[in-house]
């Protein structure tokens, strides 16, 4: 693998090839209307390529592939050491691609190439040849019945499950989505968002490249209030998994009730509490502090957005996490020196904006920035903002921004920072930083979140589940524990003679 330096990113824009038409039954295909929508580059609102804005017709056509698919047993009754040898192919002929895979995700998201090309490609890699890995590894299982009995408990696909992204991680979270749901069998449906489409189309294109059979998975580009309502909807879709927000999820959650049943697994929004003690390193939890609230711009549903400091160094904690705050520079994402990209689009640019103006008017105290910056570029950038002397009701404390906003919280114990935590609408991801085991633990214990970490942040890999408490979601990514929600148990009960 080449190394990100070693590449001149401006020039490998200029000659790239960028997808741009729907996926079904293996073959890449214009909508039925011919529609199509622009996806824009954040780094300087340009068009990148005009993509197939499908329809719920397109919908129709793209689900009786799969369930034929899937019907037919192609690839949901196919041995699973040879499903694993097709996956590992697919992830294979990914690293094959993996500069110009970076470079489409970092054109469409805005994100910088370092963390595109370091981060993000080898994270769907592991998550791939992972899963892949651990398919014939995995065995069901005999149930402790009566000597005359036999009683055999399966692990089976779900059928066609309907997988639909975000535009913050598009690649790591369909690649969260796509191993286990095609290593159990299923046919799948991906809906991208219409703002970040092209890495899902490559690598589906490298799927089909590396032996997926015609159907398996099919990827439908277009927007979430026809093409995502029609399809949650669809009486012929066994299951649905979601990464997004909150609001959209519930809606996900009624569509299933009105239509089939569908099972549903949802990963939603969050305002984690990243909490620091008096006796931590606080050299490293306020580097950390900062890379918790301005990675990806802030725009992670896992971003500690609330920073919890302990009333006893609190001034002094808040100036160290200020400096820190202030190397992560926003700007043009193919300069390796730049830290943070750009916000996804303008819209988003705007909400940020409003909240900023709302932590001001609630008496929150602005320590940094809170502007937008580098108008001229045409791109959508803002600076890190932190907001000190926050209180935990306020609507910044309370409401998920998704921008590099941080609202900083003072605590006095282990009791009020478990407390300020909890209280919270969400329960994703937190932090807790401290050099007493006890007080690690136990606040670790004590905040109602999916991932925790202890002097750490970010932290875990794909052998540990992911996802939410509360409002957060349900349903896991990752870990052998993301395959029960592609799957459904089955008994049969068997009597002798």
Same mark, same amino acid.
């Given at each position: 693998?080449?190394?990100?330096?070693?590449?001149?990113?401006?020039?490998?824009?200029?000659?790239?090839?960028?997808?741009?038409?729907?996926?079904?039954?293996?073959?890449?295909?214009?909508?039925?209307?011919?529609?199509?929508?622009?996806?824009?580059?954040?780094?300087?609102?340009?068009?990148?390529?005009?993509?197939?804005?499908?329809?719920?017709?397109?919908?129709?056509?793209?689900?009786?592939?799969?369930?034929?698919?899937?019907?037919?047993?192609?690839?949901?009754?196919?041995?699973?050491?040879?499903?694993?040898?097709?996956?590992?192919?697919?992830?294979?002929?990914?690293?094959?691609?993996? %500069? *110009?895979? $970076?470079?489409?995700?970092? !054109?469409?998201? @805005?994100?910088?190439?370092?963390? #595109?090309? /370091?981060?993000?490609?080898?994270?769907?890699?592991?998550?791939?040849?992972?899963?892949?890995?651990?398919?014939?590894?995995?065995?069901?299982?005999?149930?402790?019945?009566?000597?005359?009995?036999?009683?055999?408990?399966?692990?089976?696909?779900?059928?066609?499950?309907?997988?639909?992204?975000?535009?913050?991680?598009?690649?790591?979270?369909?690649?969260?989505?796509?191993?286990?749901?095609?290593?159990?069998?299923?046919?799948?449906?991906?809906?991208?968002?219409?703002?970040?489409?092209?890495?899902?189309?490559?690598? %589906? *294109?490298? $799927?089909?490249?590396?032996? !997926?059979?015609? @159907?398996?998975?099919?990827?439908? #580009?277009? /927007?979430?209030?026809?093409?995502?309502?029609?399809?949650?909807?669809?009486?012929?879709?066994?299951?649905?998994?979601?990464?997004?927000?909150?609001?959209?999820?519930?809606?996900?959650?009624?569509?299933?009730?009105?239509?089939?049943?569908?099972?549903?697994?949802?990963?939603?929004?969050?305002?984690?509490?990243?909490?620091?003690?008096?006796?931590?390193?606080?050299?490293?939890?306020?580097?950390?502090?900062?890379?918790?609230?301005?990675?990806?711009?802030?725009?992670?549903?896992?971003?500690?957005?609330?920073?919890?400091? *302990?009333?006893?160094?609190?001034?002094?904690?808040?100036?160290?996490?200020?400096?820190?705050?202030?190397?992560?520079?926003?700007?043009?994402?193919?300069?390796?020196?730049?830290?943070?990209?750009?916000?996804?689009?303008?819209?988003?640019?705007?909400?940020?904006?409003?909240?900023?103006?709302?932590?001001?008017?609630?008496?929150?105290?602005?320590?940094?920035?809170?502007?937008?910056?580098?108008?001229?570029?045409?791109?959508?950038?803002?600076?890190?903002?932190?907001?000190?002397?926050?209180?935990?009701?306020?609507?910044?404390?309370?409401?998920?921004?998704?921008?590099?906003?941080?609202?900083?919280?003072?605590?006095?114990?282990?009791?009020?920072?478990?407390?300020?935590?909890?209280?919270?609408?969400?329960?994703?991801?937190?932090?807790?930083?401290?050099?007493?085991?006890?007080?690690?633990?136990?606040?670790?214990?004590?905040?109602?979140?999916?991932?925790?970490?202890?002097?750490?942040?970010?932290?875990?890999?794909?052998?540990?589940?992911?996802?939410?408490?509360?409002?957060?979601?349900?349903?896991?990514?990752?870990?052998?524990?993301?395959?029960?929600?592609?799957?459904?148990?089955?008994?049969?009960?068997?009597?002798?003679?």
């Amino acid at each position: 693998m080449s190394d990100v330096n070693s590449i001149n990113w401006a020039e490998l824009a200029k000659t790239t090839q960028y997808p741009n038409q729907a996926i079904i039954n293996g073959k890449n295909v214009d909508s039925v209307t011919g529609k199509t929508e622009a996806t824009i580059n954040p780094a300087n609102g340009q068009i990148i390529t005009q993509v197939a804005d499908c329809s719920p017709e397109d919908a129709d056509i793209a689900v009786k592939n799969a369930r034929d698919t899937f019907e037919s047993g192609v690839w949901s009754q196919m041995a699973p050491g040879e499903r694993k040898k097709i996956l590992l192919r697919w992830a294979q002929l990914i690293e094959d691609n993996h %500069a *110009q895979i $970076a470079l489409l995700e970092s !054109l469409d998201a @805005g994100k910088p190439i370092s963390d #595109t090309f /370091d981060i993000d490609v080898p994270s769907a890699l592991n998550t791939i040849r992972w899963t892949a890995e651990a398919i014939d590894k995995v065995y069901e299982e005999i149930a402790p019945t009566a000597h005359n009995t036999i009683a055999l408990i399966e692990r089976l696909p779900l059928g066609v499950v309907l997988a639909i992204v975000p535009w913050n991680f598009p690649l790591s979270t369909t690649a969260w989505k796509l191993a286990p749901a095609l290593a159990t069998g299923n046919s799948v449906i991906l809906k991208p968002d219409p703002k970040t489409p092209m890495t899902a189309l490559r690598i %589906a *294109q490298l $799927a089909t490249e590396a032996g !997926l059979p015609d @159907g398996v998975l099919n990827v439908l #580009t277009g /927007d979430g209030i026809n093409l995502g309502k029609h399809l949650s909807l669809h009486p012929d879709i066994d299951g649905q998994t979601f990464t997004g927000s909150t609001n959209v999820g519930k809606l996900l959650m009624q569509y299933a009730g009105q239509s089939n049943l569908k099972r549903t697994f949802l990963e939603l929004g969050g305002k984690s509490a990243n909490i620091v003690f008096a006796d931590a390193d606080l050299e490293s939890a306020a580097e950390m502090a900062a890379v918790a609230g301005f990675y990806n711009c802030g725009q992670t549903c896992t971003a500690g957005t609330r920073l919890l400091i *302990q009333e006893s160094i609190y001034d002094t904690f808040l100036a160290k996490v200020i400096e820190h705050a202030k190397t992560w520079k926003e700007g043009n994402p193919l300069d390796l020196n730049n830290r943070m990209g750009a916000i996804i689009n303008p819209s988003q640019l705007e909400n940020i904006q409003r909240y900023v103006k709302i932590g001001q008017e609630e008496g929150a105290r602005l320590v940094l920035g809170g502007k937008v910056t580098q108008t001229e570029t045409g791109g959508f950038y803002h600076e890190p903002t932190i907001f000190a002397d926050v209180d935990n009701s306020m609507r910044i404390a309370q409401e998920e921004i998704f921008g590099p906003v941080m609202s900083v919280i003072k605590f006095k114990d282990e009791a009020d920072a478990i407390r300020i935590a909890n209280d919270s609408p969400y329960g994703l991801a937190g932090a807790v930083w401290s050099n007493n085991i006890n007080t690690a633990l136990k606040v670790a214990k004590g905040v109602r979140t999916g991932t925790m970490g202890v002097n750490n942040y970010f932290g875990g890999d794909i052998t540990v589940p992911f996802g939410g408490f509360k409002e957060s979601g349900n349903g896991r990514d990752k870990s052998l524990h993301a395959m029960d929600d592609y799957t459904e148990l089955k008994t049969t009960w068997i009597e002798l003679n």
